[in-house]
Nanobody, 120 residues
Framework: QVQLVESGGTLVQPGGSLRLSCAAS????????MRWYRQAPGKEREWVAG???????SYLDSVKGRFTISRDDNWNTLYLQMNSLKPEDTATYYC??????????????WGQGTQVTVSS
C-alpha cells in the first residue's frame, strides 16, 4: 500500500522559513513525478511545485524564487524548502507521487497533508 507522509508544517512568522518533507513508501513501478500542492481554507487545491524523472523542476509563479523542491536519489523523500514566507502561503500542504504501472496506467497517490500557518 502506497504511503506518503508529510511533515514539517507549523506556525511561522512572515519572512520566516520552513522545510517540508514527504516520506514515501517503497515502490517498484516507474515514478513519473512528485509534486507539492496546497489548499487554503475556502479555496481549491492548487499545484505549487513539481519535480520529474530528469530532475527538472517547476513552480507556481507566486512561489518562484522563494520555494525550492528537491528529492533524495531514491525518490524516498520529497522536500519543499520555503523561504520568505507570506501570510498568503498559509495552507495545508500535500505531496503527491505519480507512478506508471506495468500496464502503462498512471496512478497518483496523495499524502494527508501538513498545516503551514504564516502569521505574526
Amino acid at each position: 500500500q502506497v504511503q506518503l507522509v508529510e511533515s514539517g508544517g507549523t506556525l511561522v512568522q512572515p519572512g520566516g522559513s520552513l522545510r517540508l518533507s514527504c516520506a514515501a513508501s517503497e515502490n517498484r513501478f516507474e515514478i513519473i513525478n512528485m509534486r507539492w500542492y496546497r489548499q487554503a481554507p475556502g479555496k481549491e487545491r492548487e499545484w505549487v511545485a513539481g519535480i520529474n524523472q530528469s530532475g527538472s523542476t517547476s513552480y507556481l509563479d507566486s512561489v518562484k524564487g522563494r520555494f525550492t523542491i528537491s528529492r533524495d536519489d531514491n525518490w524516498n523523500t520529497l522536500y519543499l524548502q520555503m523561504n520568505s514566507l507570506k501570510p498568503e502561503d498559509t495552507a495545508t500542504y500535500y505531496c503527491s507521487r505519480t507512478i506508471m504501472t506495468d500496464d502503462a496506467v498512471a496512478i497518483t497517490d496523495w499524502g494527508q497533508g501538513t498545516q503551514v500557518t504564516v502569521s505574526s
